[in-house]
Nanobody, 119 residues
Framework: QVQLVESGGGLVQAGGSLRLSCAVSGQAFSSYTMAWLRQRPGKERDIVARINWSVGTTYHVDSVKGRFTISRDNVKNTLYLQMNSLKPEDTAVYYC????????????WGQGTQVTVSS
């Protein structure tokens, strides 16, 4: 079992920044792939970025490359998403999630945190 608790969402003007945090606990989570996903109004949930916790390799979708950065702190057991140059279309509920590398679907989810970007 892996437990995930997000924080850091809020309201920000376009061009601003936010940092989302996800406190991670549970068994052997260092072997997991961790990710941030988002669900924008009226759309399906999509991946934003993911990281291999043990190695640190990352992936970011094209729409956020150069603006968002996923990272993790092995001492604090926390996953981060630094979001810069935010756009109104980044408005969404953001979720952190975890899965084992061989799993197709994310098995563990946080409760979600709302990010609203005003124009």
């Amino acid at each position: 079992q892996v437990q995930l608790v997000e924080s850091g969402g809020g309201l920000v003007q376009a061009g601003g920044s936010l940092r989302l945090s996800c406190a991670v606990s549970g068994q052997a989570f260092s072997s997991y792939t961790m990710a941030w996903l988002r669900q924008r109004p009226g759309k399906e949930r999509d991946i934003v970025a993911r990281i291999n916790w043990s190695v640190g390799t990352t992936y970011h979708v094209d729409s956020v490359k150069g603006r968002f950065t996923i990272s993790r702190d092995n001492v604090k057991n926390t996953l981060y998403l630094q979001m810069n140059s935010l756009k109104p279309e980044d408005t969404a509920v953001y979720y952190c999630a975890a899965k084992l590398p061989f799993q197709r679907d994310y098995a563990y989810w946080g409760q979600g945190t709302q990010v609203t970007v005003s124009s």
